[in-house]
């Protein structure tokens, strides 16, 4: 794990969350279809900021912040989903929910101050 990147860190643990919600929903709810999408949404989080840590470049870094953006919504919509039809009770909803929205909120300030600072890089070229 990064130690010390607060992103890789809490989608790591997001990641961790998400596998032991769909082993439980597999064994105990024998639910695969929409906990699968939740699964694959929910581990691709942290994948792609791992990718964008390793970046060739600040367009690959953008590119990959912003499917770990796209895929922490995708998360939360799942989860909406499992708890509206009845699959996912509301204090375990109310939790993931929170670790879903912080993430979605320190991953969005990443990717706004990177496209910021890829503007002004750009910019100052063209000075």
Same mark, same amino acid.
């Given at each position: 794990?990064?130690?010390?990147?607060?992103?890789?860190?809490?989608?790591?643990?997001?990641?961790? !969350?998400?596998?032991?919600?769909?082993?439980?929903? $597999?064994?105990?709810?024998?639910?695969?279809?929409?906990?699968?999408?939740?699964? !694959?949404?929910?581990?691709? $989080?942290?994948?792609?900021?791992?990718?964008?840590?390793?970046?060739?470049?600040?367009?690959?870094?953008?590119?990959? $912040?912003?499917?770990?953006?796209?895929?922490?919504?995708?998360?939360?919509?799942?989860? !909406?989903?499992?708890?509206?039809?009845?699959?996912?009770?509301?204090?375990?909803?109310?939790?993931?929910?929170?670790?879903?929205?912080?993430?979605? !909120?320190?991953?969005?300030?990443?990717?706004?101050?990177?496209?910021?600072?890829?503007?002004?890089?750009?910019?100052?070229?063209?000075?």
């Amino acid at each position: 794990m990064n130690s010390g990147n607060v992103v890789a860190e809490k989608s790591y643990a997001l990641a961790l !969350r998400i596998i032991n919600l769909y082993k439980y929903f $597999i064994e105990e709810k024998k639910e695969w279809i929409i906990t699968k999408q939740l699964l !694959r949404s929910g581990t691709s $989080i942290g994948a792609n900021i791992e990718e964008a840590l390793g970046a060739q470049s600040k367009k690959d870094f953008i590119s990959k $912040i912003s499917i770990s953006y796209k895929e922490t919504r995708e998360t939360m919509y799942w989860l !909406r989903l499992l708890k509206d039809a009845g699959y996912l009770k509301e204090t375990q909803f109310l939790s993931m929910m929170e670790d879903c929205s912080e993430l979605n !909120r320190i991953i969005s300030s990443i990717l706004l101050t990177s496209k910021s600072n890829a503007t002004e890089d750009q910019n100052s070229v063209h000075s």
